[in-house]
Nanobody
Framework: QVQLAESGGGLVQAGGSLRLSCVASGSIFSINVMGWYRQAPGKQRELVATITSGGNTNYADSVKGRITISRDNAKNTVYLQMNSLKPEDTAVYYC???????????????WGQGTLVTVSS
């Protein structure tokens, strides 16, 4: 069974930085796309950023220039470096993996449990 474990969330002041990490486990030999989504209180879950196994990235317009996604394919890990944080970035951040191939089968999509990021003004 594939699991995603996020870490790095917390409380930060506006203008500060945080780095989120997400490690995928479960006899994985490849993951097509890894990414981060977020859900603020009372709002729908939205895309933050994604990255393919080849390094192609995609960002939400609201985070471009402030947030950088990266991954280490050998470690099945994806990172989200968040700078110049704003109160509106406050949300639960979820790690996502699409197209996960393991030695026991394939998974179309897997979600982590989320990590809370709170940005104070």
């Amino acid at each position: 069974q594939v699991q995603l474990a996020e870490s790095g969330g917390g409380l930060v002041q506006a203008g500060g930085s945080l780095r989120l990490s997400c490690v995928a486990s479960g006899s994985i030999f490849s993951i097509n796309v890894m990414g981060w989504y977020r859900q603020a209180p009372g709002k729908q879950r939205e895309l933050v950023a994604t990255i393919t196994s080849g390094g192609n990235t995609n960002y939400a317009d609201s985070v471009k220039g402030r947030i950088t996604i990266s991954r280490d394919n050998a470690k099945n890990t994806v990172y989200l470096q968040m700078n110049s944080l704003k109160p509106e970035d406050t949300a639960v951040y979820y790690c996502n993996a699409k197209g996960v191939a393991t030695y026991l089968g394939r998974y179309l999509e897997v979600w982590g449990q989320g990590t809370l990021v709170t940005v104070s003004s």
